[in-house]
């Protein structure tokens, strides 16, 4: 265990960033899903919120970057052959 007081502060600290980085991970991966089990026109209404939820993830790095863009662009690929 921690000795120092900073590190206990640093231990607290990394285990909400890390819970709350699962979280918004998680949910980015529900709005995927649920964006490729959709039909035509609720895909579409879907996309722009989905794509911001990547490029969030991407900027906090959470995902990396390529991730996102390959994320984004199969998303773009479905979307548009419904």
């Given at each position: 265990m921690a000795n120092h007081k900073s590190a206990l502060k640093r231990i607290r600290n990394?285990?909400?960033?890390?819970?709350?980085?699962?979280?918004?991970?998680?949910?980015?991966?529900?709005?995927?899903?649920?964006?490729r089990e959709a039909d035509k026109g609720e895909a579409e209404k879907l996309y722009p919120s989905v794509v911001s939820m990547i490029d969030k993830l991407a900027k906090r790095n959470i995902i990396h970057s390529n991730k996102a863009a390959n994320l984004k662009s199969k998303l773009a690929k479905h979307v548009a052959a419904l």
């Amino acid at each position: 265990m921690a000795n120092h007081k900073s590190a206990l502060k640093r231990i607290r600290n990394s285990e909400a960033k890390r819970l709350r980085n699962k979280y918004q991970h998680k949910t980015t991966r529900n709005a995927i899903k649920k964006l490729r089990e959709a039909d035509k026109g609720e895909a579409e209404k879907l996309y722009p919120s989905v794509v911001s939820m990547i490029d969030k993830l991407a900027k906090r790095n959470i995902i990396h970057s390529n991730k996102a863009a390959n994320l984004k662009s199969k998303l773009a690929k479905h979307v548009a052959a419904l």
